[in-house]
Structure formats: C-alpha cells, structure tokens
C-alpha cells in the first residue's frame, strides 16, 4: 500500500511512538482501511496488483507503470463517458480503478463528479474520503466520512475508516475507540470484529497520550 503521511508538519515524539506501537502490534494500520463496499474479508485490490502486472515489471510495479496500467483499464470506461459525461456508476468505476492503483488524485476527481449525480452514496464518499487519507488530508477525510455517515449512519467500513484516520490523524483516541464501539454495537456481525478489537484493545492502552509529551520506551 502506499506510504500514509500525517498532515501536520512535524511529528511530535508522542505521535511516533504511538505510530511505533500500532506498527509493531499489527502492521500499518492505514493498509486495513476497507473500500466502502468491500467486505473486510476481502482483500484490497491493489494489494494483487503486482500479480497482474506485465512480465519483466518485477514483483512491485512503480507509480509510472501503476499509472499505464490505470490508464490502460479505464480508457473504454472514459470513451463512454464522452457521450456520458454524468453517469454515476461510469464516474465511480473509473475511480475505484485509479483507487485501486494508487492514483488516489485521479481517483478523487472521479469520485467527486459521481457525487455530484449521486450526492448520498455512501460506498463512493467512503471511497473518495479514504483516497483523501492515503495523499495526506485527514481533515476532509473525516469530513467527508461524516457525510457519509450522515445517509447511512451504521455504516461498517465507515465506520471503521473514520476511527483509523481520527487515531492515526488526529491523535483523537477517545473520539476512535467512540467510533469503533459505535460499530461494533450496530453491527454485531460485522467481519472485521477481531481487527476492531484489537485496535480499541490498543488505543486504550494509550488514552492519555497527548502529542506534544514526551515519548515513553516501547519497552515500558
């Protein structure tokens, strides 16, 4: 997955280590981020990515041949929107494709032109708000993951999503394990339970780290 940045300016020591400490209980956590109708037993398309790939690309294709493979992909989608200019479903399908390589930009701009057509559909919005995280915007993230929320309040993955970016974003713990209670609450059957409890597990642990204080030994 690509690399996730916080938007502020500088990292204080009490965000990297609480960064250290989710990296080393579970992976990057920005890498669980689902799309807003994938199930959380599916895995994310651009993971396969390299499996596709021509031969003699090597094992990890690079953001110039993501971009080509992209392209390639979406180009009988954008011949029809020629004479379609304000599909939904056209405009969202060329999205998830730049989505799922990485051209999260490209992807947005898409994403944005079908919510003009179709402003409360929550799989797009999910989708548009996690490409905002993945270029470093965490702010409309979560601004749009409410919006979302706001047509379709118990929305899993959302749900999930919006409590990732609070955390990993905004150093917001109380406001991410709020999230991923709500979640498991209106969703008791949710797939990804384990992964959820494991963060609210996590994030509790360190509820009264504030950025801005002095970072602890990971040992302690």
Known sequence: MSDIRNNSKEWTSAQAYILAVICLLIGV???????????PSSPALVENASASAPAGMGSQPTPAQMKR???????PLVEKLKSDPNNAELLA???????????????????QRSLKAQPANTGVRTDMATAYWYIG???TAISEFN???SYEPNKANTLFNL?????????????????????????PNYEGKDKVL?????????SNVKPGTPAKPLSE
């Open 137 to 139: 915007d965490a702010d």
């Open 147 to 149: 919006k979302a929320l």
């Open 198 to 206: 494991q963060l609210i597990a996590q994030a509790k642990k360190h």
């Open 93 to 111: 399908n060329v999205g998830n494709i730049y989505y799922d390589t990485e051209q999260y930009p490209t992807a947005i701009d898409y994403y």
């Open 69 to 75: 493979m992209a392209d390639t992909q979406a180009a």
């Open 163 to 187: 409590g990732v970016v609070e955390w990993q974003g905004k150093m917001d713990v109380n406001g991410a394990v709020a999230v991923w209670e709500k979640l498991l609450a209106t969703n």
């Open 29 to 39: 956590v920005g890498g669980w981020l689902f799309r807003g109708s994938q199930s």
